[in-house]
């Protein structure tokens, strides 16, 4: 049996008193373009971060094509190793305001990789060229659409090559013109064999792009399967619960029953 890009075993994280994940499952293979959804403040963006390091978790485990994190804060060897598997796009794409596009992408590759910069930079317009944004090379972050922004962050979450990647609400400011070029972009990628897991309150873009959706309620996934069966005919309370909200409101019924 093939194993899985991720694999996520009982999860679990608190702040404070209040649990977050509690014990979430789930688990990835290559090529694969998932989608987590569920409402605000559920924990999907913490998940993401657990996955990449950024965040400790208190329970279970998590494997990245080989590289196991435990509950604890990911460090040394293991972060290192984690970080050349697993690229995150934040959702505001974060990229550095006084570095060109271009710079951004070569950053990580010349400086953590030690990439020849020629090298790095021929990577970087291989990248801009996939994802339709080359001629935006020396444009500054402020010169972009939202749309190409996003495009670029996704270019330097790519430059280090690594086999899966994370995104957090990435439609989230984008008009349906880019949030389809974006879609059309991720599909491209997941074609070449990437890996892909998308945080998103966005349904139309899940059942327009992704393989596979994730429902997260009460800490931990209730409901998974394709997105045409599970947002168009959901089995638990909570997905029709999301679906009617669109994904606006704070989880209101952690630890109590879900309204039918």
């Known amino acids: ?38 409402l605000s403040g559920g924990g999907k963006t913490t998940i993401l971060r657990a996955i990449v390091g950024l965040e400790a978790f208190d329970a279970g485990a998590v494997d990245v094509g080989g ?20 690229g995150m796009v934040f959702q505001y794409h974060g990229l550095f305001e006084h570095l060109t596009a271009l710079e951004n992408v070569t950053l990580a590759p010349v400086h953590v990789a030690k990439m ?10 291989e990248l801009f060229d996939t994802l339709g944004v080359k001629h935006l090379a020396k444009a500054l972050p402020r010169e972009l659409s939202g749309g190409e922004a996003q495009r670029v962050a996704i270019a330097r979450a790519l430059a280090m090559d690594p086999p899966l990647l994370l995104m957090d609400e990435p439609t989230a400011s984008l008009d349906p013109a880019r949030r389809n070029e974006l879609g059309r972009s991720l599909t491209q990628l997941v074609k070449g064999g990437r890996t892909l897991i998308v945080a998103t309150h966005d349904d139309d873009f899940v059942l327009d792009f992704a393989t596979r959706v994730a429902i997260l309620a009460d800490g ?30 704070v989880l209101p019924f952690l630890g109590h029953s879900w309204p039918t």
């Open 1 to 38: 049996m093939t194993q899985p890009t991720l694999l996520i075993r009982g999860l679990g994280l608190s702040r404070g008193t209040m649990p977050v994940l509690r014990g979430v499952d789930l688990a990835v293979s290559g090529g694969e373009f998932v989608a987590l959804m569920g």
């Open 67 to 86: 590289v196991s994190l435990a509950p604890g804060a990911a460090a040394g060897a293991a972060l290192r190793a984690l970080r050349s598997r697993v």
């Open 116 to 125: 020849r910069r020629e090298a790095a930079e021929e990577r970087a317009y």
């Open 220 to 249: 931990v996934v209730v409901e998974e399967g394709s997105p045409e069966t599970v947002l168009k005919n959901p089995s638990h309370p909570a997905t029709r619960w999301l679906l009617q909200s669109k994904g606006g409101q």
